[in-house]
Antibody
Framework: EVQLVQSGAEVKKAGESLKISCKAS????????IGWVRQVPGKGLEWMGF????????RYSPSFQGQVTISADKSTTTASLQWSRLKASDTAVYYC?????????????WGQGTLVTVSS | QSALTQPPSASGSPGQSVTISCTGS?????????VSWYQQHPGKAPKPIIY???KRPSGVPDRFSGSKSGNTASLTVSGLQAEDEADYFC???????????????FGGGTKLTVL
């Protein structure tokens, strides 16, 4: 059974750094794209980017390029999303997602979400 | 402002059918058949219900169906049930031709109310 289990909620201050994680299991981690989707409370979904752990090829949405870093650790089958300097506008729920095999944009498995709260 | 346009709300009575539209452009919905729909209940993660325009993941009732015409995709929920009340989001692959690297775009979401 495919599972994406994310790290717990975080409360941070603006300017601080943060790394949240997503532990993948139940499939070959290096053979599927895995990425992140943001949802500001009460708002819609935004694709942030994804990575192919097999060769670390990474694609970012233009809206998030330079703002976050997506990485993957093959040894622990864990994907991560990192900020160097958080802003209050980063307050949101972040979902880890897997791209369906044979597809380019469908997310067939979702993590439970990680709420990140950034105070100014 | 979302890349794909959905109506903010839709409604229907139990047993009725309701259709939700999702309008994009020739660079996304009109470009390929990589269109998906997700259902999200309050406080929960989105759940995939349609992929590649018309396909249903295992376990999704056949009351949910998808279609596409030109730059507009649609989700139809037939035989509405109380548990169908949720937010619905469409998404699409967007071609990078032209230099835009925005590979996946979402609609703003539609809140479906079962009256």
């Amino acid at each position: 059974e495919v599972q994406l289990v994310q790290s717990g909620a975080e409360v941070k201050k603006a300017g601080e750094s943060l790394k949240i994680s997503c532990k993948a299991s139940g499939y070959t981690f290096t053979s599927s794209w895995i990425g992140w989707v943001r949802q500001v409370p009460g708002k819609g979904l935004e694709w942030m980017g994804f990575i192919y752990p097999g060769d670390s090829d990474t694609r970012y949405s233009p809206s998030f390029q330079g703002q976050v870093t997506i990485s993957a650790d093959k040894s622990t089958t864990t994907a991560s999303l990192q900020w160097s300097r958080l802003k209050a506008s980063d307050t949101a729920v972040y979902y880890c997602v897997r791209v369906r095999d044979g597809d380019y944009s469908d997310f067939d498995y979702w993590g439970q979400g990680t709420l990140v709260t950034v105070s100014s | 402002q979302s890349a794909l346009t959905q109506p903010p709300s839709a409604s229907g009575s139990p047993g009725q059918s309701v259709t939700i539209s999702c309008t994009g452009s020739a660079s996304d919905i009109g470009f390929s058949n990589y269109v998906s729909w997700y259902q999200q209940h309050p406080g929960k993660a989105p759940k995939p219900i349609i992929y590649q325009v018309t396909k249903r993941p295992s376990g999704v009732p056949d009351r949910f169906s998808g279609s596409k015409s030109g730059n507009t995709a649609s989700l139809t929920v037939s035989g509405l049930q109380a548990e169908d009340e949720a937010d619905y989001f469409c998404s699409s692959y967007r071609s990078s031709y032209g230099g835009n690297n925005n590979r996946v775009v979402f609609g703003g979401g539609t809140k479906l109310t079962v009256l």
